[in-house]
């Protein structure tokens, strides 16, 4: 009799996970312990001894946040990337604009006989990083699409060209261009128009229409002063559902979401240059073997990236939309959450995330094994060897001044150690992006935050210790009711 690891016995049993989880495993001791715990956020009732753990995390996050907002002085110093001021601009020389993208009709076959198309607009050369972007959603087999996708552009010059783009996603490869069309912004799209806009394919070809609405205003105040042209959001989103990662992290609706926000301003902010990123930590062990110069290092990139791919695939169970405000980012990470639990403590609700230039990317951090596991910053920046800025947050309304959603952001990441020096510019690309939001951006060591984060585990500790392990992932298993071997 050969005893049966726990891994070989959850994947002989579970066909319907992919192939990539695989690669998953491979890593599972470098990413965490061996004890996995369930997530503190399930439907158990919770023991007195809990509930004050609770009551203590709640009023120690309270604390913290009212200090902090209690100390920021009042500032009107205007961002240097939205408000600066440089002058008198003449408003008639630029233009804001509201651009409505409403669907197409007939785009070119991608597909056998159909398309998964989507849109991207660049104000400028596609090819050029600092170019303002912008993408729909993906609609899934049709070749008429309707979008109503809305964009809106500030302090845009006479004759400045918009390109759009029409592809074909792809779940598991690069996606493909399906034609492309352009529009020419100014003095000539004052007022609201309606456009029918020619597909043109790569070969020349014309087919199919793109249907653009576009209201034209002359800039005036802070946008005539811009000193180029910019955004007025919305910030684009897609939600990314897995439900076999949700049934490894043993959540109650086998459900794991994975989060990508496609943030304005982040070039501006933190620069083109990568060289002025946060490089991979060279002090810290675990990032040495990740992005070691050797096969191990291979290989555990090698599953980071399976992983990223994975989580962050498209599919028809991909959420797309729009976020305008600090409500909408709170509908959109707790809304469900609320809805079946509306007295659940959102303070308690821990993401990791990671900033690139293609925005943030981020999921929930809970006590569970397999969820802690999925949540590593490397992952989420799939696999880069810098990211603009990387850690912990939680989102949740401040009940101690007037209800306001409140982003308490930190650079909790050892794997690319965040200076504590560039805290100020995440807090305000969060603030240009959500002008309502509140942001306290705090170095990891802060020492109320430390606290947080010990009260946290014990948390974590005090529900692990409630609840039943449906299932050991990692390690042998030692329960005796369950048969765990078989004949060699």
């Given at each position: 009799?050969?005893?049966?690891?726990n891994c070989?016995?959850?994947?002989?049993?579970?066909?319907?996970?992919?192939?990539?989880?695989?690669?998953?495993?491979r890593?599972?001791?470098?990413?965490?312990?061996a004890?996995?715990?369930?997530?503190?956020?399930?439907?158990?009732?919770?023991?007195?001894?809990?509930?004050?753990?609770?009551?203590?995390?709640?009023?120690k996050?309270?604390?913290?946040?009212h200090?902090?907002?209690?100390?920021?002085?009042?500032?009107?110093v205007d961002?240097a990337?939205?408000?600066?001021?440089?002058g008198?601009?003449?408003?008639?020389?630029?233009?804001?604009?509201?651009?409505?993208?409403?669907?197409?009709?007939?785009v070119p076959?991608?597909?056998?006989?159909?398309?998964?198309?989507?849109?991207?607009?660049?104000?400028?050369?596609?090819?050029?990083?600092?170019?303002?972007?912008?993408?729909?959603?993906?609609?899934?087999?049709?070749?008429?699409?309707?979008?109503d996708?809305?964009?809106?552009?500030?302090?845009?010059?006479?004759?400045?060209?918009?390109?759009?783009?029409?592809?074909?996603?792809?779940?598991?490869?690069?996606?493909?261009?399906?034609?492309?069309?352009s529009?020419?912004?100014?003095?000539?799209?004052?007022?609201?128009?309606?456009?029918?806009?020619?597909?043109?394919?790569?070969e020349?070809?014309?087919?199919?229409?793109?249907?653009?609405?576009?209201?034209?205003?002359?800039?005036?105040?802070?946008?005539?002063?811009?000193?180029?042209?910019?955004?007025?959001?919305?910030?684009?989103?897609?939600?990314?559902?897995?439900?076999?990662a949700?049934?490894?992290?043993?959540?109650?609706?086998?459900?794991?979401?994975?989060?990508?926000?496609?943030?304005?301003?982040?070039?501006?902010?933190?620069?083109?240059?990568?060289?002025?990123?946060?490089?991979?930590?060279?002090?810290?062990?675990?990032?040495?073997?990740?992005?070691?110069?050797?096969?191990?290092?291979?290989?555990?990139?090698?599953?980071?990236h399976?992983?990223?791919?994975?989580?962050?695939?498209?599919?028809?169970t991909?959420?797309?939309?729009?976020?305008?405000?600090?409500?909408?980012?709170?509908?959109?990470?707790?809304?469900?959450?609320?809805?079946?639990?509306?007295?659940?403590?959102?303070?308690?609700?821990?993401?990791?995330y990671?900033?690139?230039?293609?925005?943030?990317?981020?999921?929930?951090?809970?006590?569970?094994?397999?969820?802690?596991?999925?949540s590593?910053?490397a992952?989420?920046a799939?696999?880069a060897?810098?990211?603009?800025?990387?850690?912990?947050?939680?989102l949740?309304?401040?009940?101690?001044?007037?209800?306001?959603?409140?982003?308490?952001i930190?650079?909790?990441?050892?794997?690319?150690?965040?200076?504590?020096?560039?805290?100020?510019?995440?807090?305000?690309?969060?603030?240009?992006?959500?002008?309502?939001?509140?942001?306290?951006?705090?170095?990891?060591?802060?020492?109320?935050?430390k606290?947080i984060?010990?009260?946290?585990k014990?948390m974590?500790?005090?529900?692990?210790?409630?609840?039943?392990?449906?299932?050991?992932?990692?390690?042998?298993?030692?329960?005796?009711?369950?048969?765990?071997?078989?004949?060699a």
């Amino acid at each position: 009799m050969v005893e049966a690891d726990n891994c070989s016995l959850f994947l002989s049993s579970s066909s319907f996970l992919p192939i990539r989880f695989l690669h998953f495993f491979r890593i599972h001791r470098f990413f965490a312990s061996a004890q996995p715990a369930p997530s503190f956020h399930s439907s158990l009732i919770l023991l007195p001894s809990v509930m004050s753990v609770f009551h203590s995390l709640h009023e120690k996050i309270s604390a913290l946040v009212h200090h902090h907002r209690e100390k920021q002085v009042e500032e009107t110093v205007d961002s240097a990337v939205v408000h600066e001021v440089v002058g008198d601009i003449n408003p008639n020389k630029t233009w804001d604009f509201s651009i409505i993208f409403k669907g197409a009709e007939e785009v070119p076959v991608g597909d056998l006989l159909t398309s998964d198309p989507f849109l991207e607009a660049y104000l400028g050369s596609p090819e050029d990083p600092q170019t303002l972007s912008f993408i729909t959603g993906v609609h899934w087999k049709t070749l008429n699409p309707v979008w109503d996708a809305n964009w809106k552009l500030l302090n845009v010059f006479d004759g400045t060209e918009l390109e759009i783009l029409i592809k074909d996603k792809n779940k598991m490869k690069e996606d493909t261009p399906l034609g492309k069309a352009s529009l020419t912004l100014g003095s000539n799209l004052e007022g609201t128009q309606e456009h029918v806009l020619e597909i043109v394919r790569p070969e020349g070809r014309k087919k199919g229409r793109v249907l653009v609405q576009t209201t034209g205003t002359r800039s005036v105040d802070k946008s005539a002063a811009l000193t180029k042209a910019s955004t007025g959001g919305p910030v684009r989103f897609s939600r990314h559902t897995s439900y076999a990662a949700g049934a490894l992290t043993r959540e109650n609706k086998f459900e794991f979401y994975a989060y990508r926000v496609r943030l304005y301003h982040l070039l501006d902010i933190f620069g083109t240059d990568p060289r002025g990123y946060q490089h991979w930590n060279v002090d810290y062990d675990a990032a040495k073997r990740i992005f070691g110069d050797n096969l191990e290092g291979a290989n555990i990139r090698n599953a980071l990236h399976s992983q990223h791919s994975y989580l962050y695939r498209h599919g028809r169970t991909t959420t797309y939309g729009a976020l305008a405000t600090a409500t909408d980012v709170g509908d959109l990470l707790h809304g469900a959450r609320l809805k079946g639990k509306p007295d659940q403590d959102l303070k308690t609700v821990v993401f990791t995330y990671s900033i690139t230039p293609k925005g943030v990317y981020f999921s929930e951090t809970g006590a569970a094994f397999f969820q802690d596991f999925m949540s590593k910053h490397a992952m989420h920046a799939n696999r880069a060897t810098e990211v603009m800025f990387s850690g912990e947050f939680r989102l949740f309304r401040d009940e101690n001044h007037n209800n306001d959603w409140t982003l308490l952001i930190d650079n909790n990441s050892g794997t690319y150690s965040p200076k504590k020096e560039d805290l100020h510019k995440v807090k305000e690309v969060f603030e240009l992006n959500f002008p309502d939001l509140v942001v306290v951006a705090l170095d990891h060591d802060n020492a109320q935050l430390k606290e947080i984060r010990e009260v946290t585990k014990r948390m974590e500790a005090e529900v692990a210790a409630q609840q039943k392990q449906r299932f050991s992932l990692f390690g042998s298993i030692n329960n005796p009711a369950e048969d765990t071997s078989y004949e060699a």
